[in-house]
């Protein structure tokens, strides 16, 4: 309560104090009018009483010409529609003009002419009518006919600006909240050699959200811009067209409801709700029910699962960045995939570090927060209740190892019964794989310098000073980034790779792009690499010629074909410059190595039951593979000497020289010269060469050194199929008669630099300084010194007419074949016959893998060996194929075969 001083009296307010005071005691007036002497209390009353009273400025209503001293007043009066009652009144019986070119044939009266009205007809005009209106008026279309056939697009956009104004502020008044589009319909034409070409073409805006505080002349000035850049992209796509005449500016108006404020909660119908089978979160405070429904599912809650509250401490586990709410339905795929990250700059490489260290803390906060097992399902329950055996290592179960329920710890679902001992034994990587095609040969010389900028460890595993097979920086104690080549698991182009997938296996490729032009990405792009030297080029506005995608590096040109796929996709894709090319192009190749990699990941899960992101190379997934297969438990070497001795028998590539370029001339040739030597050419090739060696005796344990009174007689009495094998040091001699016999491949290849090279001159000192990196592995016919090879190698050098001059040491071991069922069930698998690759209509297979498979499956087993010799067998199979198929074999005729012998090989193994 205020008390005025003077008289005493109460007031509610102190304005009203103020007021009563100037008016009554005229007291405490300061502000007064210069033209009228009233007085007032504040300074923006004095002004408002001067601009409507005195004021000589006048605002003028552009329909009815009626004037306003206040802008306000001019808003209340185009609201309100009073300029358009007034027309009405004044025009009494209006001239209809029908100005619209709609090919419904709707006409829409957006001007008229009073006959005794003193306004200039031409400025007199009502506001604009709706051309058409559905869905209960809340949709409508407005018609603005072009008058002016000189116009551009660019003029005739502006010319309708007001009008387009007014009609969004006279819906606003109406339903609040507005969607709103333009059209501008043209008529283009072309010169062509029948004649004329007429082309209607409309240029669009997508859908904007007006709101009350929406800058209207921004907004038409924004959808104005994007109509003309889309004419101009038009004119310069479809070189010839030009524009004959603007029809038209329509625009289009539909009520929008938007969640502002408001909840998305709808409730359930009764007869639902009283099921309790749907789980209907209560939001009635905003209107994210994407949100609470996603973590609903996630994490349920048994207690109170139908409130807002029983969620509220898992909202930071998930990221729901990127997706607005009320969320529609073209963001739904949102929820699971985000779009990959392509940044283009200078600092790329500073950048993509940055973001895989955020990425990688993120992921080891999840790997650390263990989550519950989530209730099981009935088959998961049957499943679990039935198990008798540890879905990891098969074994059954029993009191010291007791089953147990297996559960990813980050989804929290069920992956089967298992016992304590592998439960215990799993454990959540602490490594997050990058994988690269092709990491050890260019691609780690981009980014690798950014990793040392900050002082946390780096790892590296070097297969020369330049490349690596794979290098690692520690996030924190516990965590670390891994780098690896999936080439080092691939071992061919992504070109190539790309072929061998099926069109439904291109799973990540489909979430990114559309169904309609992902077959044009489903291949390797090109890209002009050499031509692509700075930045600047990103600015190119079109691709550039054929000649310019010319590889200097591989001196290869690209095809016709290639360059007419990369300029469709470059048009397809609505690419305005070569930058947006290249982001797309790195952008699928991405995604294609994921495609692919997943897909080898799926296989060697299913097939091996062995995850590759675990592995640095296939060698040591290879190895793992083989043991968990064949269970066998190989012994380590605990003396260094022997390792020593061992190292110094590895075989490797043999360096030669061939002369490969020979011409037959034999009685069969239509060019035969009888005076000349009589040649004949054969073609021999085998492949599998490391299955066929690992498919004999291996040392497997109990490695020692043996006695030196060993002879040439004991060695070659002793089986290669013994359960005891050895290896061996000699001397071997090459007999002078066998030097032409084996002159092309001689026998006993030896690591040893070649002769007068420069390594031979630095190694001329003591030969155990010889550097291993720098020796060759050559064939000679020279007398060898100590040279280590096993028992089943020297008995086949022996056989052949080598001599052994003298046994220098020898260890003794007890072998098997312990690597034969893996060897042969890789062989198997190679055999079974794919879907055919995209854009190919035959595979074939070489019958010397079907044949060494045969071999080995059809053998009899007698207490661990074996009555048959494995390359005896074999080659067996080889000839009977040859015979029948030749050196190549369809997998049509595979599968024929493999069907007529499968009551063979029941019938083998009963009878044996």
């Not at 000189?150 to 309708?160: A, H, Q, T, V």
């Not at 998930?318 to 529609?328: K, V």
């Not at 190698?793 to 034969?820: D, I, P």
């Not at 698998?829 to 010397?848: E, G, I, S, V």
Request: aromatic fraction near 12%; hydrophobic fraction near 30%; charged fraction near 25%.
């Amino acid at each position: 309560m205020y008390t005025c001083n003077i008289c005493g009296k109460n007031f509610v307010t102190n304005y009203v104090l103020k007021r009563h005071t100037l008016q009554v005691h005229e007291k405490n007036a300061v502000l007064q009018c210069a033209d009228c002497s009233k007085k007032f209390v504040r300074e923006r009353d004095l002004k408002r009483h001067r601009d409507s009273v005195h004021s000589t400025e006048k605002i003028t209503c552009k329909f009815c010409y009626t004037s306003f001293t206040r802008k306000d007043n001019l808003l209340k009066h185009l609201n309100n529609k009073r300029c358009e009652r007034k027309l009405e009144k004044e025009a009494g019986k209006r001239k209809r003009v029908d100005l619209s070119v709609s090919s419904r044939k709707k006409k829409t009266q957006l001007f008229t002419s009073a006959e005794n009205s003193t306004a200039d007809p031409e400025n007199i005009f009502l506001p604009p009518k709706e051309n058409e209106r559905a869905f209960q008026k809340a949709y409508k279309t407005f018609n603005l006919p072009n008058n002016d056939s000189s116009l551009g697009i660019k003029e005739f956009l502006l010319l309708r600006k007001e009008e387009t104004i007014f009609i969004f502020r006279n819906e606003l008044e109406t339903y609040k909240a507005l969607k709103v589009s333009k059209w501008v319909h043209c008529i283009y034409s072309k010169a062509t050699d029948a004649g004329k070409m007429i082309k209607n073409v409309e240029f669009k805006t997508p859908n904007n959200e007006v709101l009350q505080e929406t800058n209207l002349a921004r907004l038409y000035d924004d959808m104005s811009e994007k109509i003309v850049k889309e004419s101009e992209d038009f004119e310069g796509r479809d070189s010839g067209w030009t524009l004959d005449e603007i029809l038209r500016l329509e625009v289009r108006t539909n009520r929008y409801s938007p969640f502002r404020g408001s909840s998305s909660f709808i409730e359930v119908p009764k007869q639902i709700a009283e099921t309790k089978a749907i789980i209907n979160v209560i939001n009635k405070k905003d209107s994210q029910c994407f949100m609470w429904s996603i973590l609903a599912a996630l994490y349920p809650n048994t207690s109170n699962p139908n409130k807002t509250s029983s969620y509220v401490p898992h909202l930071n586990k998930l990221n729901f960045d990127g997706i607005s709410f009320p969320t529609p339905l073209n963001e739904l795929s949102r929820g699971h995939y985000k779009d990959p990250v392509v940044y283009r700059g200078i600092d790329a490489p500073k950048i993509f570090i940055e973001k895989l260290e955020k990425d990688a803390i993120e992921i080891e906060n999840i790997y650390k927060k263990s989550k519950p097992l989530l209730p099981l399902t009935e088959s998961e329950k049957q499943l679990y209740d039935n198990a008798n055996n540890c879905y990891v290592c098969g074994q059954t179960f029993h009191e010291n190892n007791i089953k147990v329920r297996d559960h990813n710890h980050v989804t929290q679902k069920f992956n089967g019964p298992c016992c304590n001992s592998c439960n215990l034994a799993m454990k959540a990587p602490k490594f997050l794989p990058v994988f690269f095609h092709n990491l050890s040969g260019y691609d780690a010389h981009i980014f690798i310098n950014e990793l040392g900028y900050d002082e946390k460890q780096i790892n590296l595993i070097p297969n020369t000073e330049e490349k690596y097979i794979s290098f690692s920086k520690n996030i924190s104690n516990d965590f670390q980034l891994r780098f690896l080549d999936s080439f080092k698991f691939m071992s061919s182009s992504l070109e190539n790779l790309i072929k061998t997938l099926k069109k439904d296996e291109f799973k990540y490729m489909k979430h990114y792009f559309d169904s309609e032009k992902i077959d044009l990405l489903l291949r390797k792009g090109v890209f002009p690499y050499d031509y692509f030297d700075s930045f600047e080029k990103c600015k190119d506005s079109c691709l550039p010629p054929i000649s310019k995608f010319y590889n200097k590096l591989n001196e290869e040109a690209i095809s016709v074909e290639d360059y007419n796929h990369a300029c469709k996709v470059f048009n397809e894709f609505h690419l305005n410059n070569l930058g947006e090319y290249c982001d797309l192009y790195v952008k699928t190749d991405v995604l294609l190595l994921t495609d692919l990699f997943e897909n080898f990941r799926k296989i060697c899960m299913q097939t091996y039951k062995l995850d590759p992101c675990w592995y640095f190379t296939t060698p040591a997934l290879s190895w793992d593979a083989m043991l968990l297969h064949t269970k066998v438990a190989i012994e380590l070497f605990t003396d260094y000497d022997m390792l020593l001795f061992i190292e110094k028998g590895v075989r490797g590539g043999i360096s030669q020289c061939c002369n490969r370029y020979a011409i037959a001339n034999n009685r069969y040739m239509s060019n035969f010269n009888p005076d000349d030597e009589i040649k004949y050419l054969m073609y021999l090739d085998a492949n599998n060469l490391y299955g066929y060696a690992m498919s004999k005796y291996l040392p497997l344990k109990d490695f020692v050194w043996s006695d030196n009174d060993l002879t040439e007689q004991d060695i070659l009495n002793l089986s290669d199929e013994s359960d005891v094998g050895y290896i061996l040091e000699v001397d071997l001699e090459y007999p002078s008669d066998l030097h032409d016999k084996h002159s092309d491949f001689p026998l006993a290849p030896e690591n040893k630099p070649p002769p007068n090279s420069v390594e031979k001159k630095q190694f001329n000192s003591p030969p155990q300084l010889e550097n291993q990196s720098q020796c060759r592995r050559k064939t000679t016919q020279l007398v060898s010194r100590n040279e280590t090879t096993q028992l089943v190698s020297r008995n086949e050098t022996t056989q052949l007419g080598s001599r052994n001059e003298k046994l220098n040491s020898a260890v003794g071991t007890k072998q098997l074949n312990s690597a034969l069922p893996s060897t042969a069930y890789n062989a198997y698998n190679r055999l079974q016959p794919p879907a055919p690759p995209l854009q190919q209509n035959r595979l074939f297979l070489p019958t010397y893998d079907l044949a060494l498979v045969l071999g080995l499956q059809f053998q009899s087993p007698k207490n661990g060996s074996r009555s048959w010799k494995s390359h005896f067998v074999t080659l067996q199979w080889l000839a009977l194929l040859r015979l029948e198929f030749g050196p190549l074999l369809t997998y049509q005729q595979l599968s024929k075969l493999l069907n007529r012998l499968n009551d063979f090989a029941e019938t083998s193994y009963s009878s044996n």
